[in-house]
Every structure is written in C-alpha cells, then in structure tokens.
C-alpha cells in the first residue's frame, strides 16, 4: 500500500447557480456526500457551503483522481436528491480543485465550515470560490 498525503479544497456549484440546497434539503446532500466521499477511499474533512454551492476538503487516496471523486460525487448526490425527495435537482459542469499542503489544512477547513459567515460579511477568499474554466486557468510565468 502506498504511503500518501493528497489534499485537495473541492468547489462546484448547483445547475445554474440556482438556490436548489435549501435549508431543509442541504443537511441530507451534505450528509449522504460525506458518506459517498469515505466510500470512495477519501479521508472527508469538511463539506459545507450555501444554497448553490458546496465545498469539500478530502485527501484522496493514489487510485481515486480528483476528477472520479468530483464526478461520482456529484452524480451520485443528484441521484439521491431526485429519487429520495422527488425534486428536480443537478449540479452544474464545472468544478473547482485546489490542492492544498498539510500545513494549510486546517485554515481550510476553517474557510469551508466558516462559509456561510463568510458570504455574509463578504471575506471570501477569491481563489477558492472559482469553479468554471471561464474564472481564469493558471498560467506558466514567463
């Protein structure tokens, strides 16, 4: 067995950022999407977020890509909110990965479970809030 420490700060959004993840529905998608996340091999650390959309910091196994753990994620939640509570529900297609040092783990952690405070007073961090490919790409310096 490998020996690994794989962080990664998920970001991704419902379908067109509208407000499907109700106060009434949000503890059951993050609930069975804590569950889904440990199922497939990752260390969950945090999953919080508002109404359109979530966070997630997990460590990822070797076996398990980024974008596995995002795509069965996301499938897998909207299946369930569809069938268990007969709502029209999706997640839009884009994504945001970021991955983090150990060291920045627990600061966050802090920002994911600190989201809703942190939309209220406006002290998001930018960066971590980007989930389409149209919120700019890294690019090489140069």
């Given amino acids: 067995m490998a020996y690994w420490r794989l962080f990664y700060h998920f970001v991704w959004a419902t379908k067109n950022r509208v407000a499907l993840l109700s106060p009434e529905l949000e503890p059951h998608v ?8 440990k199922g497939l091999g990752a260390l969950m650390f945090a999953l919080n977020g508002m109404e ?15 974008a596995e753990f995002v795509k069965r994620l996301k499938g897998s939640s909207s299946r369930f909110v569809t069938k268990e509570f007969d709502l029209p529900f999706a997640w839009q297609k884009g994504y945001g990965v970021f991955s983090i040092t150990e060291s920045d783990l627990e600061r966050v952690v802090a920002y994911v479970r600190d989201q809703k405070r ?10 971590w809030e980007r989930m389409n490919v149209e919120d700019d790409s890294p690019r090489l310096a140069g």
């Fill in 52 to 66: 359109d959309h979530v966070h997630v910091v997990a460590a990822l196994p070797p076996r398990v890509s980024p």
């Fill in 30 to 37: 993050h609930r069975y999407s804590m569950s889904k996340g």
């Fill in 118 to 127: 942190d939309h209220r007073q406006g002290t998001l961090v930018a960066t």
